[in-house]
Every structure is written in structure tokens, then in C-alpha cells.
């Protein structure tokens, strides 16, 4: 059973206005622009409750893996014919190879330091073919965090109300973002708490672990969110 607000994850990037089917193209195109292998598998790396997974599985042969078991459950419900793997970014090892790796939605923030940082991106381009590519969307940079931010989202079901405010604040070179979630049900309130940390890195940091791991690399500003977004193709 869900304990945390995990379960209301999709709702609320869905009140959010994130367009997951428009990303999962925007995807597909740099991928087939970049990558020079013939075959068609994807590992879709940080895939949290399997939204882009599902709609990548149009194109591709799809593996998901995250961290968080009770997104991986969410995304197996949601997505049964695709195989979920729990894993740490930073040390997996499936065993086997890909044309495309994926880690999308700024998930690669979640490495707190430049050692982590290289041994995630280590991680996922030995997973691939000669030929492939991998895409990271990068966290926000030191000069893009917004220290003291508070925002609010609203979710408005009938079976359910969710209210989500954060704060984000900065420790060194990690940025905290303190998350309240208010959950109404016909069972009744809900009260969440939750802290997360995510690696303030800058462009030359993230280009760097992806060069001193062998992979060439480009970067693309506006990216699939406007984030911008980290190519690394694995030399055939």
C-alpha cells in the first residue's frame, strides 16, 4: 500500500499542465536525430510512475528503472507489459546494452555531488551500444535556483482534494526543496511532509561527466521542457 504522495503524482503534474505526450515525441525526435545504431531498445532511467516509459513503448522496446519502489508499483499497474527494475542510478548493472537511455525530468538532480553526478552518467553510458545515445535533462543550475521560492498547486478531483505547497532553499551547492501536502479523501485529511535534495550543478559540470566517461556531447537549450537537454552519444 502507498504511504507517501506518491499516489497523487500524477495528478498533480497533470494539473500542472505537463505534457508528457508531447515530450515522449519531442524525445523520439532526438533520438533518432542522434543515434546511429539500427536497433530500437530504451532504458528510461529515474522512470517514476512510467508515464514517458508508456508512451515511448510506442517506439521503442522500453526497460524502466527507479530508486522508489512505490512509483515503480504505480508504473507497473499503469504499464504491466513493460518491465520495471528497481535500481540506483549511480551503480546499476542490467547486463545488457541499449541504443537510447533516458533520464528525464531533471531525476539526474537527485546526485548531490560531482562524484555522484559521474558515476550516474558512468552508469548509464555503459548501457549502451556503440552507436547510442543518452539524454539527460539537467536540474536547474547555482544561478537558476530560486532561493525562498513558494508555490502552490492545487489538485481537484471529485474523489479527492490535494494541496501541495513547497520551499525551496539552498545548502552549499544543493538546493532543499521542502514539499506540504494537504490530501482530502472521503476517509478524511491527510497530512504529508517531505524533504528532498537535488545537486546544483553548472553546464560545464554536467558536460564534463559525460566527456570523462567517453561519451561526445551536445546540448540542446530548449530541450523537451525547456530545460535543456544533455546528448551524449557512445562513439560506434
Not at 5 to 26: F, H, P, R, V
Not at 188 to 194: Q, V, Y
Request: hydrophobic share 35%; with cysteine; charged share 25%.
Amino acid at each position: 500500500m502507498l504511504s507517501g504522495s506518491e499516489k497523487y503524482y500524477d495528478d498533480i503534474y497533470s494539473t500542472m499542465g505537463k505534457d508528457y505526450l508531447l515530450e515522449a515525441e519531442k524525445v523520439d525526435g532526438f533520438i533518432q536525430k542522434y543515434k546511429s545504431t539500427d536497433g530500437n531498445a530504451l532504458l528510461d532511467v529515474a522512470c517514476g510512475t512510467g508515464t514517458h516509459a508508456g508512451l515511448l513503448s510506442k517506439y521503442y522496446d522500453v526497460v524502466g528503472t527507479d530508486l522508489n519502489q512505490d512509483m515503480l508499483d504505480i508504473a507497473r499497474g499503469k504499464h504491466p507489459e513493460i518491465r520495471f527494475i528497481q535500481s540506483d542510478m549511480r551503480s546499476f548493472d542490467l547486463g545488457r546494452k541499449f541504443d537510447a537511455v533516458t533520464c528525464l525530468f531533471s531525476a539526474i538532480g537527485y546526485m548531490r555531488t560531482k562524484k555522484e553526478l559521474r558515476q550516474a552518467i558512468k552508469s548509464m553510458s555503459r548501457h549502451l551500444f556503440p552507436g547510442g545515445v543518452l539524454l539527460v535533462e539537467p536540474w536547474f543550475s547555482p544561478e537558476q535556483w530560486n532561493i525562498g521560492r513558494v508555490s502552490t498547486i492545487l489538485v481537484e478531483k471529485p474523489d479527492v482534494k490535494v494541496v501541495r505547497m513547497s520551499h525551496g532553499g539552498k545548502k552549499g551547492k544543493v538546493s532543499l526543496l521542502e514539499f506540504e501536502y494537504l490530501v482530502g479523501t472521503s476517509k478524511g485529511l491527510e497530512h504529508i511532509r517531505e524533504h528532498h535534495e537535488f545537486g546544483l550543478f553548472t553546464h560545464e559540470e554536467y558536460m564534463d561527466a559525460f566527456t570523462q566517461t567517453g561519451l561526445n556531447v551536445t546540448y540542446e537549450p530548449e530541450g523537451v521542457d525547456g530545460r535543456g537537454l544533455l546528448i551524449g552519444t557512445r562513439p560506434a
